[in-house]
């Protein structure tokens, strides 16, 4: 699977739209970009994911950059209860398990 | 929609004592898999099921690690004998499929301690 980097940290004021970056410079044409957060005390919750377009749901949205080498998940008005460890990962098929990094911390302030 | 449900959600228990750990994957899902996070490792995928059979085990530590699904609502993971550094949460995730499109969705796990 491809390497991923992220921020070890990052804030955000409560209200404010979170964007958290991730760079997949050596992803391959079939592999997706998953993004995971994990709360404190609980199992990683899944948000969003995507091959090239950009994505949207009800959580968050996907940007992933046109050459694939970057995306960012945008949150659009944080709350508090968004501070947790985001994971990105590029997922490849017939790699079934997912491979998490050390992931961004995402403190969101009041 | 009830998620993946795991239990016990803590365990204590002595050296050498069996644990069983259980999970009841989403309903409808076809894919299963248990994975375990340490501080120093991380999130590690120990072994998944496709249709109740297992695929890959490749990620279970030792043969004192086993793992079961005897149908498409539960599977176990069991540990005999214990040791302490089976300490650490275990997840147990599910997803419709294997297919790399298909999100797979964790329980909140179950921290394991062995004094």
């Known amino acids: 699977d491809a390497k991923t980097t992220q921020p070890p940290s990052m804030d955000c004021a409560e209200g404010r739209a979170a964007n958290l970056p991730c760079n997949h410079s050596?992803?391959?044409?079939?592999?997706?970009v998953y993004w995971y957060r994990q709360i404190h005390s609980q199992g990683p919750q899944y948000i969003i994911h995507?091959?090239?377009n950009n994505e949207t749901n009800e959580m968050a949205s996907l940007i992933i950059t046109e050459d694939r080498k970057s995306s960012t998940l945008i949150l659009p008005h944080a709350t508090l209860r968004d501070t947790a460890v985001y994971y990105c990962?590029?997922?490849?098929?017939?790699?079934?398990?997912?491979?998490f990094g050390k992931g961004t911390h995402l403190i969101i302030q009041p | 929609d009830a998620g993946v449900i795991q239990s016990p959600r803590h365990e204590v228990t002595e050296m050498g004592q069996e644990v069983t750990l259980r999970c009841k994957p989403i309903?409808?899902?076809?894919?299963l898999f248990w994975y375990r996070q340490t501080m120093m490792r991380g999130l590690e995928l120990l072994i998944y099921?496709?249709?109740?059979?297992?695929?890959?085990d490749s990620g279970m530590p030792e043969d004192r690690f086993s793992a079961k699904m005897p149908n498409a609502s539960f599977s176990t993971l069991k540990i005999q004998p214990s040791e302490p550094r089976d300490s650490a949460v275990y997840f147990c995730?599910?997803?419709?499929?294997?297919?790399?499109?298909?999100?797979?969705?964790f329980g909140d796990g179950t921290r394991l301690s062995i004094l």
């Open positions: 995730a599910s997803s419709l499929s294997t297919g790399v499109n298909q999100p797979q969705h």
């Open positions: 990962i590029v997922r490849v098929a017939g790699a079934d398990g997912l491979t």
């Open positions: 309903s409808g899902h076809n894919s």
């Open positions: 050596t992803i391959s044409g079939n592999e997706y």
């Open positions: 099921f496709n249709n109740n059979v297992p695929i890959d």
């Open positions: 995507g091959l090239k």
